[in-house]
């Protein structure tokens, strides 16, 4: 009788444990698709987050009097403090790109996003957002979780817990962020909700996800999962409840899941040059903004619920918060986003994929109408108390303009939309009540707009 080697022995147990229990692509934990609310007026969101906030005067919220009274004092009556040490005086400055209207709906943008004015017929430009923080980490905390002091779960990690997945070979969640954000992985974790909701990191280049090849040939990997599923089954029967072993069992699908799928639905490449060329990236490209949006649409297409692409370039100020130094710094980052972006809108709309698609268009707060430095200086600082965002695509109405700041852009004068409005409204185009959508955590129930927020209907069609 031949003496059986180590490999073998390990190989003949995996087999049996494999012909105990069905395939792994049996293997059950995905948050399969769930009822919504109420019927959905979309089925997916690409959030475009814009790290470091523009200046919404410079970009989508024209004020023809910082025009006319450039370099003139606010007055008095204006004066309030904004991040730093607060000054005396404060000058209005005027915008540095002019301002003309799209061509079908009359909606007016700056020219540092000429591709995204051609296409604002198609989009629900909000002018008077509001946030609750003037600094990065909480506003951006606020803008993805509804909170700026706690870490809470994120607006996808509520959305995947809510409606499930349209593929349980991939996960709900997915976020693009080829550098670490303000407040890092806190804005797309699930918290106290189940982890297999949490946001999966996908880093544009050559590796996008790590250990996307098996270590092992396919046959005998699928006995390895095989043999670990029978064993963590058996140690969770013994503890009912053990949500950090289900959490664990749910990655082990959600891997190999992307292992089989993520390598062809992540590779641009397979896009026609005609494709490449309507967002403006080029052939083999896997980096760039342009690429990044081919790859949300490509994951949504697949069954995604919800992609967030996080376009935070660098490290701190490398961003839209270069406007620290010179807000001219923002044609270099509008330069990187407004083709893709637009490019994105006609695609999703040539593919039938803009009705069922939401469109969101953010970012963590606005900048101040004065210049940051005194009179002359190039720069704007924080400034949450009025900006502008905008939504498009399933449900949304079409090329309107909702709200309004004042004459300089200072303060909302009507129709205010909070942070939590924003979710509520995201929300419910997704067919969910964000009153309703709660989880039962510590001892209360819990949900993204805590006890505020309402659905702006003004923005629905």
């Known amino acids: 009788m031949n003496p059986v080697n180590r490999r073998e022995a390990i190989c003949a147990t995996l087999a049996a444990a494999g012909s105990m229990r069905p395939a792994w692509s049996a293997i059950a934990a995905s948050p399969s698709v769930r009822q919504p609310h109420y019927p959905p007026r979309a089925k997916h969101v690409i959030v475009l987050y814009m790290s470091g906030a523009y200046s919404h005067v410079d970009t989508f919220d024209?004020?023809?009097?910082?025009?006319?009274?450039?370099?003139?004092?606010?007055?008095?009556?204006?004066?309030?403090?904004?991040?730093?040490?607060?000054?005396?005086?404060?000058?209005?400055?005027?915008?540095?790109?002019?301002?003309?209207?799209?061509?079908?709906?009359?909606t007016e943008v700056s020219d540092l996003f000429p591709h995204l004015r051609d296409v604002m017929h198609e989009v629900a430009l909000v002018r008077s957002m509001q946030s609750d923080h003037r600094d990065h980490g909480e506003a951006t905390l606020q803008l993805h979780t509804g909170s700026t002091t706690v870490a809470m779960p994120s607006l996808g990690a509520w959305l995947s817990y809510g409606l499930g997945t349209f593929n349980d070979k991939l996960p709900a969640h997915v976020v693009i962020s080829e550098h670490r954000p303000y407040s890092g992985p806190q804005i797309w974790d699930a918290n106290f909700l189940p982890g297999v909701h949490s946001g999966v990191r996908i880093k544009p280049g050559d590796e996008p996800l790590p250990h996307l090849q098996p270590a092992s040939a396919a046959r005998l990997q699928e006995l390895e999962l095989g043999l670990l599923d029978t064993l963590n089954r058996k140690h969770l029967r013994r503890r009912p409840g053990d949500a950090q072993l289900a959490t664990r069992m749910d990655s082990f699908r959600t891997a190999k899941g992307l292992q089989d799928l993520?390598?062809?639905?992540?590779?641009?490449?397979?896009?026609?040059?005609?494709?490449?060329?309507?967002?403006?990236?080029?052939?083999?490209?896997?980096?760039?903004?342009?690429?990044?949006?081919?790859?949300?649409?490509?994951?949504?297409?697949?069954?995604?619920r919800f992609v967030e692409i996080i376009d935070a370039v660098g490290a701190c100020r490398d961003n839209w918060d270069a406007a620290h130094r010179d807000v001219g710094?923002?044609?270099k980052y509008a330069?990187?986003?407004?083709?893709?972006?637009a490019g994105l809108i006609k695609d999703l709309q040539q593919r039938n994929l803009l009705n069922e698609t939401l469109l969101v268009f953010c970012t963590e707060f606005g900048r101040t109408p004065w210049a940051q430095d005194g009179k002359g200086t190039k720069s704007r600082n924080h400034h949450p108390a009025a900006f502008s965002c905008w939504l498009a695509g399933g449900g949304?109405?079409?090329?309107?303009?909702?709200?309004?700041?004042?004459?300089?852009?200072?303060?909302?004068?009507?129709d205010a939309v909070h942070v939590h409005d924003?979710?509520?409204?995201?929300?419910?185009?997704?067919?969910?009540?964000h009153q309703r959508l709660t989880f039962r955590h510590a001892g209360r129930d819990f949900r993204l707009t805590d006890v505020h927020g309402q659905v702006i209907h003004g923005l629905l069609s």
């Not at 330069?335 to 972006?341: A, H």
Request: glycine fraction near 8%.
């Open 62 to 106: 024209p004020k023809p009097r910082l025009i006319r009274d450039h370099d003139v004092s606010i007055g008095p009556e204006l004066r309030s403090a904004v991040s730093g040490q607060p000054r005396t005086e404060r000058y209005l400055k005027a915008p540095l790109w002019r301002f003309r209207p799209n061509k079908q709906c009359g």
């Open 262 to 304: 993520a390598p062809e639905v992540l590779d641009v490449r397979r896009e026609s040059q005609r494709t490449l060329e309507l967002y403006g990236a080029q052939p083999g490209d896997r980096t760039s903004y342009a690429a990044q949006c081919v790859m949300a649409r490509r994951l949504i297409e697949n069954g995604v």
């Open 329 to 331: 710094t923002h044609a």
């Open 335 to 341: 330069r990187r986003v407004d083709q893709p972006i």
């Open 396 to 414: 949304v109405k079409p090329g309107i303009v909702y709200g309004q700041s004042d004459d300089i852009g200072n303060r909302v004068e009507e």
């Open 422 to 433: 924003f979710h509520a409204t995201i929300l419910h185009l997704l067919g969910l009540d």
